[in-house]
C-alpha cells in the first residue's frame, strides 16, 4: 500500500516506483487511484505492477495525490472486483481507499451495513471499511470524524490510505500492528506499507 501527496509532480509514476518495491507484498493485482482537484481517476486490474501500468495508462492518472495498492487475497477472493484501491461515493464524492490488514469484525459490520440500507457488492473488508466510513461521514459531518468513528466500530490489525478529489488520510488500527511509514519529500509526503518504498 502506498500514498503520496506531491502538488506538481507526477504522482502516478511515484506510486508505480512505490508499489514496485512492494510488489512482493502481492501479486495477483495492482492499482492506483489518482485525486486530481475534482474527481478520483483509478486504474486497476489482475497482474503485476509492470503489467497493469504503460505510458499509455499512467498518461491519464494526472493529479495531486495518488495511492496504490498491489494484493494477495486474504478476504474476498482475487480476481478484479477485489483488486483495490477500492472505489466507493460518500454522497457525490468519490473516495477510494487502499486498505492492508484483517478486520476481525468485517461479517457483523457487513449485516449492521445493510440495516443502515448500505448495498455491498464484494465480500473484501477493504469494501466494508470504505462504505462504513460512509455512512459515518454522512453522520458526522466530515470525513475526519466518519474516519474516527470507522476505527472505534471495526477491530482487527490494519493500514488504510484513503484518496478523495482534493486530499489524502492515512490511518492504522489504534493498536499500530500494522506498520505505516511516513516518508517526506522536497514539496510533499509519502506512505507505505514498508519503507524500502
Known amino acids: 500500500m502506498f ?13 508505480v516506483f512505490g508499489l514496485q518495491a512492494l510488489q512482493h507484498r502481492g501479486q495477483e493485482s495492482a492499482g492506483i487511484a489518482v485525486g486530481d482537484g475534482d474527481t478520483v481517476l483509478i486504474r486497476k486490474d489482475v497482474g503485476l505492477v509492470d503489467q497493469v501500468f ?4 499512467l498518461a491519464h ?10 494484493r494477495y487475497s486474504t478476504m474476498g477472493g482475487g ?4 483488486a483495490q484501491p477500492h472505489v466507493s461515493a460518500i454522497d457525490d464524492v468519490l473516495i477510494a481507499l487502499a486498505h492492508n490488514g484483517t478486520l476481525v469484525d468485517a461479517l457483523p459490520q ?7 440500507g448500505v448495498q455491498l457488492y464484494g465480500y473484501t473488508d477493504s469494501e466494508v471499511a470504505a ?23 471495526l477491530h482487527g490489525a490494519y493500514a488504510i490510505v ?4 482534493t486530499a489524502l488520510y492515512a490511518f492504522r488500527d489504534p493498536n499500530g500492528i ?3 511509514c511516513l516518508g517526506k519529500t522536497e514539496n510533499g509526503w509519502i506512505l507505505a506499507s514498508e519503507s524500502c518504498a
Do not use: C, K, Y
Not at 504503460?54 to 495508462?57: A, G, I, K, P
Open 79 to 82: 480476481g478484479w472486483s477485489s
Open 131 to 153: 462504505r462504513t466510513i460512509g455512512v459515518d461521514t454522512r453522520r458526522a459531518g466530515h470525513i475526519r470524524a466518519g474516519i474516527r468513528l470507522m476505527m472505534q466500530q
Open 110 to 116: 457487513r449485516a449492521w451495513l445493510a440495516n443502515e
Open 178 to 180: 500494522r506498520p505505516l
Open 3 to 15: 500514498g503520496v501527496f506531491a502538488p506538481g509532480q507526477d504522482v502516478a509514476r511515484l506510486t
Open 54 to 57: 504503460t505510458e499509455e495508462t
Open 61 to 70: 492518472l494526472q493529479g495531486d495525490i495518488a495511492i496504490g495498492h498491489t
Open 162 to 165: 484513503l484518496v478523495t478529489p
